[in-house]
């Protein structure tokens, strides 16, 4: 079973970085597609990044191209995302998941803003900035 496993989240000011990590546990990390969700209190769940399995290619939201930075680490079987230029609206908690499916991170689903049921969650990391 695929279990994944975040951390880095904290209280930051506007304008400020975080890194935020993702401990995969799986055999095959390089077979995987992983994204990166967050839900703000009474929104809707939205994805933000996913790196894609096959050859690495990332995908962003429109809201977070040129802050943040999705990238991985094969001999830790971890996915990073780093945030910089922190705004209060960034604040929620934040969800890293992964997909064997290769169309889980791709040009496709980054059109349609990331809507892919992924099958294996962590279970959050708070970030919370302070304006």
């Known amino acids: 079973e695929v279990q994944l496993v975040e951390s880095g989240g904290g209280l930051v000011q506007a304008g400020g970085s975080l890194r935020l990590s993702c401990a995969v546990s799986?055999?095959?990390?390089?077979?995987?597609?992983i994204g990166w969700f967050r839900q703000a209190p009474g929104k809707e769940r939205e994805g933000v990044s996913c790196?894609?399995?096959?050859?690495?290619?990332?995908y962003y939201t429109d809201s977070v191209k040129g802050r943040f930075t999705i990238s991985r680490d094969f001999a830790k079987n971890t996915v990073y995302l780093d945030l910089k230029s922190l705004k209060p609206e960034d604040s929620a908690v934040y969800y890293c998941?992964?997909?064997?499916?290769?169309?889980?991170?791709?040009?496709?689903?980054?059109?349609?803003?990331?809507?892919?049921?992924?099958?294996?969650w962590g279970q959050g990391t708070q970030v919370a900035v302070s304006s």
């Open positions: 799986v055999f095959t990390f390089e077979d995987y597609a």
């Open positions: 790196i894609s399995g096959k050859d690495g290619s990332t």
């Open positions: 998941a992964a997909d064997p499916r290769s169309e889980a991170c791709s040009d496709y689903v980054a059109s349609l803003g990331f809507i892919y049921v992924y099958d294996y």
